[in-house]
């Protein structure tokens, strides 16, 4: 049987980190996937960082994405297209506006430089923006990236380390032995490793009920597009209007948002992905947003999915039963917070513990968890919203 130090479910960023991490400690490392690398949630990222000042728990990992994320090119040796622009909500109703109001000391509370903007302080950031605009928050910190290249730079340098991506093999059973995992099965063949990885994006429930271990996810499906390359109109990473947007470094604008469909998925099959009326949502907003850019011809759309957890935090754990299960999920922030939880797995996998503090992250937050929560949010298959 082939062995290996770990086996790492799912080649999305967060899978495709893990490995890399692995891999540059030495450890002999097969990351499978049921389709292709970062063909899921990962490819079709908006590819902001967030700095998680709302969420306490989850804010050191941000700070720690956030220093590794200005060394990622020269480390991976691709480019990820990182741009260090900063942070900018946007508010054009008065609901809006106190909403912002609100977060804002959460977020100086957590040690994050944000300024609250009246229209025109937002206007001077992103002149394009409505006239209608009757504010702003900002930081400077924080940014995004390129979610194809940034994942693709992962994948390449976790196999220039000597790491291997089998894609198109699905997970298919996970085998337990005296309390510990023991092998992975795919069809073609059992992988013997003491270390499973479960990266599996909005399957992660599924792989760890394999183990009888119950992960609370709801799968939403969020619906972008971009336009073709623009003059340069602003660096922040842009969230208002029901949007979340960012200017490419070639140009472009890549916008996603509108009402979310929640979702169901299965195993190995793919997460229906047609197009919605939602896009004609998202395309309406952005010209309200931009109203200069109401005509600019949109190059093309796209929808993705993504896993939910029910407080909207990441899951990092690694199981005491089964010995060697590693559940990861970052609760649809997961691109932004890639490079610190890959990191933070590898440390679990090899000593144990996480270096970068993930207190809090694990799933006995959930004991007391009511099992018809998604049907108490309104998160189940069919509905929309927010
Ligand atoms: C439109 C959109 C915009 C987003 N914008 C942002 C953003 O701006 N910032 C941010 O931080 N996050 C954003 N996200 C969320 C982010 O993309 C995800 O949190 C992140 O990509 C999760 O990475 P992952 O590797 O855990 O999962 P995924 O990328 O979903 O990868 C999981 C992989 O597991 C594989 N898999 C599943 N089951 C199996 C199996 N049985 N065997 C083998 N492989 C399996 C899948 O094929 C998939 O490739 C966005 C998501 C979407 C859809």
Redesign the pocket.
């Known amino acids: 049987m082939e062995k290996a130090d770990a086996v790492v ?8 980190s893990a490995g890399y991490w692995l891999a540059q400690r030495g450890a002999k490392v097969i990351v ?4 292709r690398v ?13 700095l998680r000042g709302e969420q306490p728990l989850e804010a050191p990992l941000a700070a720690a994405a956030e220093t590794l994320w200005s060394t990622l090119d020269e480390r991976l040796g691709y480019p990820t297209e990182w741009l260090p622009g900063g942070r900018l909500w946007v508010a054009l109703e008065p609901d809006r506006l106190a909403e912002l109001r609100d977060i804002c000391p959460q977020w100086q509370a957590a040690g994050i430089p944000v300024q609250l903007l009246d229209g025109a302080g937002a206007r001077a950031i992103a002149p394009c923006l409505s006239e209608q605009t009757l504010g702003g928050l900002h930081t400077t910190r924080g940014g ?1 990236a390129n ?1 194809q290249r940034a994942s693709q730079a992962f994948a390449w340098a976790f196999r220039d380390s000597g790491g291997a991506i089998r894609e198109q ?4 059973g996970i085998t337990v032995a005296g309390g510990k995992v023991r092998a992975v099965q795919t069809p073609n063949g059992s992988i013997s490793t003491p270390v499973v990885i479960n ?5 992660v429930g ?2 760890a009920a394999m183990v009888g271990v119950t992960v609370p996810l709801a799968p939403v499906r ?3 597009m971009v336009t073709v390359p623009l003059p340069r109109l602003f660096d922040v990473a842009m969230v208002g209007h029901g949007l ?1 947007l960012r200017q490419t470094r070639r140009g472009n604008i890549h916008f ?1 948002g509108g009402p979310h469909e929640w979702v169901d998925v299965d ?2 099959g793919e997460p229906a992905k047609p197009g919605t009326p939602v896009i004609r949502n998202i395309a309406r907003r952005l010209a309200e947003l931009f109203p200069s850019l109401a005509n600019t011809p949109v190059l093309r759309s796209w ?4 896993e939910v957890t029910p407080d909207q935090t990441c899951i990092i754990e690694r199981l005491a039963a089964p010995d060697g299960m590693i559940i ?11 490079p610190s939880i890959g990191q933070a797995i590898c440390d679990l996998a090899l000593d144990g513990r996480s270096q970068v503090p993930i207190d809090g992250l694990g799933l006995d937050r959930f004991a007391k968890l009511d099992p018809g929560w998604r049907a108490l949010r309104r998160w189940t298959a069919g509905s929309y919203n927010t």
């Open positions: 479910i799912g080649a999305g960023i967060m899978g495709l499978l996937d049921k389709g970062a063909w899921e949630a990962s490819g079709r990222a908006t590819g902001f960082l967030s995004h979610p093999t699905p997970a298919l990266c599996a994006g909005p399957q599924l792989i969020l619906e972008a979340s996603n195993l190995t929808s993705g999915v993504l990861a999920t970052a609760s649809g922030h997961g691109f932004g917070l890639a």
